[in-house]
């Protein structure tokens, strides 16, 4: 019903800056927010943040709060994750998710992408 689509991932030094986005299709307007998740090797997946297509509300996660910035363009149907000031812990698979739900941080979505690998060289 609703397919996405991570793109902008690569690899970037220590201290800069890279800009995710998730291209949605499909019955977009079945889900109320879009979330970004991101798993490490040999770590469990772990909530970045999320936004409800509103943007009237967004959530982050206490390891990117004042560096990462979610935000939305409802008329591309796209997500954005702008990511400043990297560390080396950021390294990571990044997925972005879709979903109707209450609770953006708890990980039940609907739907996933296939995720974006980022990589902070130190």
């Known amino acids: 019903q609703v397919q996405l689509v991570e793109s902008g991932g690569g690899l970037v030094q220590a201290g800069g800056s890279l800009r995710l986005s998730c291209a949605a299709s499909?019955?977009?307007?079945?889900?109320?927010?879009m979330g970004w998740f991101r798993q490490a090797p040999g770590k469990e997946r772990e909530f970045v943040a999320a936004?409800?297509?509103?943007?009237?509300?967004?959530w982050y996660a206490s390891s990117v709060n004042g560096r990462f910035t979610i935000s939305r363009d409802n008329a591309k149907n796209t997500v954005y994750l702008q990511m400043n000031s990297l560390k080396s812990e950021d390294t990571a698979v990044y997925y972005c998710?879709?979903?109707?739900?209450?609770?953006?941080?708890?990980?039940?979505?609907?739907?996933w992408g296939q995720g974006t690998q980022v990589t902070v060289s130190s």
């Open positions: 499909g019955r977009t307007l079945s889900s109320n927010v």
């Open positions: 998710a879709a979903g109707y739900t209450t609770r953006p941080a708890d990980g039940q979505y609907d739907y």
């Open positions: 936004i409800r297509w509103s943007g009237r509300s967004t």
